[in-house]
């Protein structure tokens, strides 16, 4: 029977808790970029919104106005 020295099993044992870590950080990292994209939606809808409203505005600029 070897001997296995216990040094050489403590990275064994921290594998999983480094595995844990990394899932961790990547749900994180998942939901980051979730908030991320919802705020770019969001930037992207509002200034749509504003395009849309100069549009009419510039057209109610160009209209004729009655002489007084």
């Known amino acids: 029977m070897k001997f296995i020295p216990l040094l050489c099993l403590i990275p064994l044992l921290t594998l999983p808790l480094q595995a844990q870590e990394t899932a961790e950080k990547a749900r994180e990292m998942t939901t980051n970029l979730e908030k991320i994209e919802a705020l770019i939606d969001k930037t992207v809808k509002e200034l749509k919104e504003a395009v849309e409203q ?3 505005i510039a ?3 160009d209209k004729p106005r009655d002489a007084f």
Do not use: F, P, S
């Open 54 to 56: 100069l549009n009419r």
């Open 59 to 61: 057209t109610e600029a």
